[in-house]
């Protein structure tokens, strides 16, 4: 019931960009985006409702393809504060899975 | 804004000791998530609450259970506890669905 995230870990300098994909072998009502620092507790990014739905705010969006059961976090000119964690989550009921994570380190 | 409110934040216990652990949702928030993360890996959805009736289980022992009182807080309790159970625990609630607010989150260790 896990989402699949890709790529597991990425490496960017100050100024790129980055493309995180989060994949379901379930349909997909909605997806979140939470980055999580390490120690500290996820915190929420944007939740995406409909098929087709694409957000955004400041640098950071995702779009949600409900037909391909996928969503994806787009990071433009990334900034030293965007290191961390990244997952996507999904709620079916009342049970809310996390994806398996993308770790993001940008450096100088 | 009130925010999730967890504890303890730290908690130290030897094999085979039972622990609680609290959660203090934010007010008029309807679903309570109980989550146990590993060090290094992603968080595993243990049990969740509506309107303080158990809603659904994830990935939670048979030695752990956990319940939600009349004034909507939330306990964890886990019994014969293993070297393994050594986690960041997290407590989040929500409205419908909606965005998941964390608490800080408590730290067990298992020695």
């Known amino acids: 019931q896990q989402p699949v995230q890709s790529p597991q870990a990425v490496i960017l300098r100050e100024g790129e960009d980055a493309v995180i994909n989060c994949s379901s072998s379930k349909a997909l009502y909605s997806v979140h985006w939470y980055r999580q620092k390490h120690g500290e507790a996820p915190v929420f990014l944007m939740i995406?409702?409909?098929?087709?739905e694409q957000k955004g705010h400041d640098k950071i969006s995702a779009s949600f393809n409900e037909k391909k059961q996928q969503s994806s976090l787009y990071l433009t000119a990334s900034q030293l504060s965007y290191s961390g964690t990244y997952f996507c989550g999904t709620a079916t009921g009342n049970q809310f899975y996390f994806g398996t994570g993308t770790s993001l380190t940008v450096i100088p | 804004a009130a925010g999730v409110i967890q504890s303890p934040r730290h908690l130290i216990k030897e094999k085979r000791e039972t622990a609680t652990l609290k959660c203090y949702p934010i007010p008029r928030h309807d679903t309570v998530y109980w989550y146990q993360q590993g060090p290094g890996q992603d968080p595993q959805f243990l049990i969740s609450f509506y309107e303080k009736m158990q809603s659904d289980k994830g990935s939670i022992p048979d030695r752990f259970s956990a319940q939600q009182f009349s004034d909507y807080h939330s306990e964890l309790n886990m019994s014969s506890l293993e070297l393994g159970d050594s986690a960041l625990y997290f407590c989040?609630?929500?409205?419908?669905?909606?965005?998941?607010?964390f608490g800080e989150g408590s730290r067990l260790t298992v020695l």
């Open positions: 989040a609630s929500t409205y419908y669905t909606g965005e998941l607010f």
């Open positions: 995406l409702l409909k098929g087709g």
